[in-house]
């Protein structure tokens, strides 16, 4: 076959001048890359998912980005992750190939991804997606485009948990074991405790509630009348929407499950625990479940059952029965009352019982070495959480009715080393910082506008304390660095959770109204930890409309603006130097924002 012979380069004689331009275009290209990687990496690198889960120092990394530099926009995810939960993905454990327990309901536990694994994009609403209904219509009412799964209502549709109604889903009160109306449910419960004028909250003694495997959470809406707030738990399980239902709603709720580990709550935060048709054994391993109801649960706390092993007369129902009750006795438990369908069970108020057990009696005390506040990845443990000293000999916890407690100091001050003054001061401080941010936002907010609301870094729950004229409930996440402060806000009657922000946070996409985060980014780039993750991530949970208040280092805040029109949250802004308290540290500023509502084809 014939060749075409090389044009003569006419520089030189011979190939050599073609080997030369062959190679100074290799030597070109190879410098186009490498200046295109370097662009990447300079860019680029907060959001490359090999890179994102550790950080460059926060200072370094800013004064290495140009003043003008803006990223425009990030990549949105599929639509088939549009309820995304990073950490309660059960698509991740086939990947990882994870061997967990499914009897001990590990499954349902926390497992997140590694860095190389997080979805680096935003995660889009769902088709014909609509500001959510405001509160208090929200209770009754959703639109079902925000959440499209009618399964619940076809299945429990006998006991009236939801209703599909055109383009809404209502929600009648009903629940597996009060189909005429959790509001009449109450009451019973009430009753059968002989509290005054028929009302649970007891002249405002019983406050926290623990509702485990609530369904829609009807028993949680129904308790907010009486001043009663309820931490609404239920897994993603095969009703794997009906928390979403809940917070949907504004209604408190959270993920979670009584596996293998401790509930992210501290000991005593609890004046009351509910199961009704909770389907949860708690026989099992020696009792460990109940044994974790009972760590959370005060001095003098009730555990309400209802369920067909309190009143079945078959041998099976039976069995359990006695089996259970064998165990409550063991645990010094007693019955405060049984009526119908329902049984209800109180804690002793001292240590005298546990004392007056004979040798070897099982469950077993704790060891005097067992935190029982350590709450963060704790395994659960069968055995029985005795009182502190103070605790038995006071008879009690020692709280003042709701809502004396919400200002009062908690006894529990002393064991983090925090005087009552400085309590005090930190009430006043966080009231007036409140009244400063509600200024700075009056002139786009309604009085409706708010409903969920999370306080990211919560310290003492000053910031919700101030928002309770407000018809909101607060999450408060207290860092699992600081875990032992989340006592003193259930003390304090409200309510919130362990957490550790370099992980995303169990709970469905769009969760929240209002997310507040102060120093928050400072503390996760102390860790080492990727503050464009936690934007991601707070985007995740952010409703569309919803605000962001961000209280941080003035470069913390201008890294931050520079990533708004990415993160489409720049549909409102608002930047203040606040005032000096005794709060402050060095340098801050206070930047709120609002997210855009968009749709996935953006």
């Not at 006419?10 to 190939?15: F, P, S, V």
């Not at 370097?38 to 004064?63: D, H, M």
């Not at 190389?116 to 769902?126: H, S, V």
């Not at 109604?165 to 009060?178: A, R, W, Y």
Request: charged share 25%; hydrophobic share 40%; with cysteine.
């Amino acid at each position: 076959m014939m060749m075409t012979k090389p044009p003569q380069s006419r520089g030189g004689g011979g190939g050599g001048g073609g080997a030369l331009g062959r190679r100074g275009f290799a030597a070109l290209l190879a410098a186009a890359v490498i200046a295109l990687a370097l662009l990447c990496l300079f860019y680029g690198a907060a959001f490359a998912p090999t890179l994102r889960s550790r950080s460059l120092p926060l200072q370094r990394r800013f004064e290495a980005v140009p003043v003008d530099l803006a990223l425009s926009s990030l990549p949105v995810c599929d639509a088939r992750y549009s309820e995304l939960i990073p950490c309660l993905d059960r698509g991740l454990h086939n990947q990882l190939r994870l061997r967990l327990n499914l009897s001990l309901m590990e499954h349902y536990e926390r497992h997140c991804p590694p860095a190389p694994r997080r979805l680096n994009c935003l995660i889009p609403p769902p088709a014909g997606y609509r500001v959510p209904i405001r509160w208090p219509r929200s209770r009754d009412e959703v639109w079902k485009a925000n959440i499209p799964h009618t399964h619940l209502a076809s299945e429990k549709s006998d006991q009236r948990w939801m209703v599909v109604n055109g383009d809404k889903i209502n929600f009648p009160g009903g629940g597996t074991h009060f189909h005429a109306g959790a509001d009449k449910y109450i009451v019973h419960l009430a009753q059968m405790l002989n509290f005054p004028n028929g009302k649970l909250n007891n002249e405002g003694n019983i406050r926290n509630v623990l509702d485990v495997g609530c369904g829609v959470a009807s028993f949680g809406a129904y308790l907010l009348p009486l001043d009663i707030i309820a931490i609404s738990l239920a897994p993603n399980d095969v009703h794997e929407n009906q928390i979403q239902f809940a917070l949907e709603r504004g209604i408190p709720s959270t993920l979670g499950v009584l596996g293998t580990r401790r509930l992210p709550y501290p000991s005593r935060s609890f004046e009351l625990a509910h199961c009704s048709r909770c389907r949860i054994d708690w026989l099992q391993r020696d009792g460990i479940l109940l044994l974790e109801v009972d760590r959370v649960l005060r001095p003098g706390g009730y555990f309400v059952y209802s369920s067909p092993e309190a009143y079945a007369m078959d041998p099976f129902n039976r069995n359990i029965w006695r089996k259970m009750s064998d165990l409550a006795l063991r645990m010094c438990w007693q019955i405060a009352s049984k009526e119908d369908q329902t049984v209800i069970w109180v804690k002793p108020l001292t240590n005298e019982c546990y004392m007056k057990r004979e040798p070897g009696t099982l469950p077993p005390m704790c060891d005097h070495d067992d935190d029982p506040d350590a709450a963060w990845n704790v395994p659960m443990k069968a055995c029985v959480t005795p009182f502190s000293e103070r605790v038995h000999k006071v008879k009690g916890s020692n709280l003042l009715p709701w809502p004396q407690r919400l200002t009062a100091p908690p006894p529990r001050l002393e064991e983090l080393g925090i005087s009552s003054n400085n309590f005090s001061d930190d009430n006043e401080i966080w009231h007036s910082r409140v009244i400063q941010y509600w200024k700075l936002m009056k002139s786009e907010i309604q009085k409706d506008s708010f409903r969920n609301v999370i306080d990211m870094n919560a310290n003492l729950g000053g910031f919700a304390a101030s928002l309770r004229k407000k018809d909101v409930w607060v999450m408060n996440v207290v860092p699992s660095t600081e875990s032992g402060k989340l006592k003193i806000i259930y003390d304090r009657g409200l309510l919130g959770t362990i957490h550790d922000w370099c992980e995303s946070f169990s709970t469905y996409p769009r969760t929240y109204d209002l997310l507040h985060a102060w120093l928050l980014f400072s503390e996760v780039e102390k860790q080492g930890c990727s503050v464009e993750d936690l934007l991601i991530e707070m985007d995740r949970i952010l409703r569309p409309h919803g605000y962001v208040i961000i209280r941080d280092k003035v470069a913390v805040i201008n890294h931050i603006k520079k990533l708004l029109p990415a993160l489409r949250w720049d549909d409102w802004s608002s930047e203040v130097k606040p005032k000096k308290d005794a709060l402050l540290s060095g340098d801050e500023r206070v930047l709120i924002v609002r997210k855009k509502l968009w749709k996935q084809t953006l």
